[in-house]
């Protein structure tokens, strides 16, 4: 039996998966990875805290919760934002 295809989003942000090596996400068309290696503040964070954040302005992601601003160029061009912030959930 097969499933029915998943009709188009219409959200413009949504997380699509959380494995145990980090987070996929469709953001504005686009499918993002956020390895927990590369995004350690996600890591120690529950599901309801990965799932709860907003899309502002189509510029960047915000998570309340865990007080996590990205900016989406920072997801489509990983290699011009090289620091890393530190964990604070270890």
Do not use: C
Not at 39 to 44: A, C, R, S
Not at 50 to 68: Q, S
């Amino acid at each position: 039996m097969k499933s029915p295809r998943r009709g188009k989003s219409t959200s413009k942000a949504e997380i699509l998966n959380i494995s145990k090596f980090g987070i996929w996400m469709l953001v504005l068309g686009k499918e993002y990875f956020l390895s927990f290696d590369e995004f350690p503040w996600f890591q120690g964070a529950s599901i309801e805290q990965i799932y709860t954040f907003e899309l502002v302005h189509d510029r960047h992601l915000y998570w309340e919760a865990l007080d996590i601003d990205l900016a989406i160029s920072s997801l489509e061009e990983p290699h011009k934002f090289p620091l890393k912030a530190k964990s604070h959930h270890g």
